[in-house]
């Protein structure tokens, strides 16, 4: 029986789905190089995202008004459905009743994540409007 070469063997292994590596990781030395390295790097990519998520009892807790608006403003840009979320400072300035809002919306274009965190990271805009504008 012939082997094959590593570089086919790591075609086959990612042709896979995640569900089936873990048992094809048991074939061969290589598969099983393979998977630990994928392993790895998932678990990877899963710490560093539990270690910069938006934690709720942190939101909960927090008294200083500045770090309870800015975590909120965090909150927003990670779990607000992105078809409105470009269109929420028009929206949060016209329910507001706020012209100098609106007239710094109409100087600029709303376009990336980036815009609307600065945009709800203007001074003028406090914690409190935010949740009375809500999602």
Same mark, same amino acid.
Not at 78 to 105: G, S, T, V
């Given at each position: 029986? !012939?082997? #094959?070469? *590593?570089?086919?063997? $790591?075609?086959? /292994?990612?042709?896979?789905?995640?569900?089936?590596? +873990?048992?094809?990781? &048991?074939?061969?030395?290589?598969?099983?190089? #393979? /998977?630990?390295? +994928?392993?790895?790097?998932? &678990?990877?990519?899963?710490?560093?995202?539990?270690?910069?998520?938006?934690?709720?009892?942190?939101? =909960?807790?927090?008294? *200083?008004?500045? &770090?309870? &608006? =800015?975590?909120?403003?965090?909150?927003?840009? !990670?779990?607000?459905?992105?078809?409105?979320? /470009?269109?929420?400072? !028009?929206?949060?300035?016209?329910?507001?009743?706020?012209? *100098?809002?609106? $007239?710094?919306?109409?100087?600029?274009?709303?376009?990336?994540?980036? =815009?609307?965190?600065?945009? #709800?990271? #203007?001074?003028?805009?406090? +914690?409190? +409007?935010?949740?009375?504008?809500?999602?």
């Amino acid at each position: 029986m !012939a082997l #094959l070469c *590593d570089d086919i063997m $790591e075609c086959i /292994y990612y042709q896979l789905p995640m569900s089936q590596r +873990d048992t094809i990781s &048991k074939t061969s030395k290589q598969m099983r190089i #393979l /998977y630990l390295r +994928d392993r790895a790097l998932t &678990k990877r990519i899963q710490r560093f995202f539990r270690n910069h998520r938006v934690k709720w009892d942190q939101y =909960d807790n927090e008294e *200083d008004d500045d &770090k309870k &608006k =800015d975590i909120h403003v965090r909150i927003y840009i !990670a779990i607000y459905p992105e078809e409105y979320l /470009y269109n929420y400072p !028009a929206f949060l300035a016209k329910k507001m009743h706020r012209p *100098d809002l609106q $007239e710094w919306l109409t100087n600029r274009e709303i376009k990336t994540r980036r =815009d609307v965190r600065t945009f #709800l990271s #203007l001074d003028t805009i406090s +914690d409190h +409007d935010i949740c009375y504008t809500g999602w």
